[in-house]
Nanobody, 123 residues
């Protein structure tokens, strides 16, 4: 069992930066691939980024490449997402997820989900 709690969301102007964190409970955090997804109002949940259990493998959605960086600290049971050059279209609730799989972009492969943190980017 893994419990996930996101933090770090907020209101930021376009072009600004935020760093999201996802704190995980349990001693098995290092066994899981972790991912960030987001969901904007009226839209489906979409993949943002994922990272393998060791941090060596990463995966990004095309629209996030070069702007977002995913990282994890297995000693602190924490997942991060650094977001730079934010755009109004990045506005969404951001969720972290954990799964015993490769760091893929498909939500159904992730077993555990957090409650989300709101990111709002103003123009």
């Amino acid at each position: 069992q893994v419990q996930l709690v996101e933090s770090g969301g907020g209101l930021v102007q376009a072009g600004g930066s935020l760093r999201l964190s996802c704190a995980a409970s349990g001693r098995t955090f290092r066994s899981y691939s972790m991912a960030w997804f987001r969901q904007a109002p009226g839209k489906e949940r979409e993949f943002v980024s994922a990272i393998g259990w060791s941090g060596g493998a990463t995966n990004y959605a095309d629209s996030e490449k070069g702007r977002f960086t995913i990282a994890r600290d297995n000693a602190r049971n924490t997942l991060y997402l650094k977001m730079n050059s934010l755009k109004p279209e990045d506005t969404a609730v951001y969720y972290c997820a954990a799964g015993l799989n490769y760091p893929v972009a498909t939500p159904r492969f992730y077993e555990y989900w957090g409650q989300g943190t709101q990111v709002t980017v103003s123009s």
